[in-house]
């Protein structure tokens, strides 16, 4: 632990509500503990580029109510290849970092994994991602937000879906995580979500018309998850007009949107919590780990864990949606 002085901090892959909040928890931290900080821009890929500043406490002021990174994020084919790699621990080592906190989603806690095994180097993630996709925690950064913006949303639509007796496809983030979609779907009062992790299972849009979902109501709102799987809902929608002719079909993709704006309370909150709880860890001489929440409590989940085992949705929740819907 005593070769720990300085740690340096990136956000890569999509951004979320809630980086900016992390970024500043991190930071204070590390100084509070006595440690240096250096603010790598544009991800792995201003690590390889030499993107570094020297963070003070001052850096981080007035920055938790922002959406976005102010460290910006990037995709870095480079890092995903051993020469990469190589550049990239050489910037560190002439920058003098000895420990990285890399806030992030799958695809980030991935590369900082493969990353830290090559060359030994201690690395603590924080679960920046809107999907809620990755294992371990009961929750990322960036979730409620985006949760909290589909409501407002979907809120607005059914305002007009509801003038115009439509049946509205309203489809979400998520890659192939259907929570936003599900939990949207509770939210809002929705007739139905359609969700990757069923879609195996049984055809959910057969389903939804065979429970006669128009029956007592003059519109109907279903919230699809974006993924290959469920079709997405340009795929239903024209689904719909093949099969179902008799229903007026509209489509709304949320899209960017759901990253956007300022983050919430629960989302500031967490993302302050992880990020004290990193330089923790490190203290701790812990590496490899990604900073999860259970139960409210911070846990320490194995980058291994986090990334390979897939997040179960809850199915209870499911079988409230039905039952609400009718």
């Known amino acids: 632990m005593a070769q720990i002085k300085c740690i340096g901090i990136l956000t890569s892959g999509g951004d979320a509500p809630g980086m900016n909040a992390a970024i500043r928890a991190v930071t204070r931290s590390a100084i509070y503990a006595g440690f240096r900080v250096k603010g790598i821009y544009r991800g792995y890929r201003g690590l390889i580029t030499d993107e570094i500043v020297e963070f003070k406490t001052q850096n981080v002021s007035n920055i938790i109510q ?7 994020t990037a995709r870095c084919k480079e890092f995903t290849t051993p020469e990469g790699r190589k550049q990239a621990f050489d910037i560190l080592q002439k920058e003098e970092i000895d420990a990285l906190v890399v806030i992030g989603g799958d695809g980030s806690l991935t590369g900082a994994r493969v990353f830290a095994t090559e060359y030994n180097f201690p690395i603590v993630g924080l679960p920046g991602t809107i999907d809620n996709d990755l294992f371990g925690t009961d929750t990322t950064i960036g979730y409620d937000t985006a949760l909290n913006t589909i409501m407002e949303c979907v809120d607005k639509i059914r305002d007009t879906a ?15 995580a259907g929570f936003l979609a599900l939990n949207g779907a509770i939210a809002t009062g929705a007739e139905a979500a359609i969700i990757p992790e069923i879609s195996v299972e049984i055809d959910q849009l057969e389903e939804l018309v065979k429970n006669g979902f128009r029956k007592s109501k003059n519109s109907s709102i279903v919230i699809v998850a974006e993924s290959p799987i469920t079709g997405g809902a340009m795929g239903l929608a024209e689904r719909v007009k093949k099969e179902y002719p008799q229903y007026d079909v509209r489509v709304t993709i949320l899209g960017h949107l759901q990253r956007g704006g300022s983050p919430s309370a629960s989302d500031r909150i967490l993302a302050s919590r992880m990020g004290a709880a990193a330089i923790d860890a490190l203290l701790e001489d ?3 780990v990604m900073i999860g929440i259970r139960n409210d409590e911070i846990v320490y989940v194995p980058f291994f864990k986090a990334i390979k085992n897939d997040k179960p949705i809850n199915r209870d929740l499911l079988n409230t949606l039905r039952r609400l819907s009718i």
């Open 66 to 72: 922002q959406g976005g990174t102010i460290l910006k």
């Open 286 to 288: 812990q590496r490899n």
């Open 162 to 176: 509801t003038s115009h007796e439509r049946l509205f496809f309203i489809e979400v983030m998520g890659r192939d």
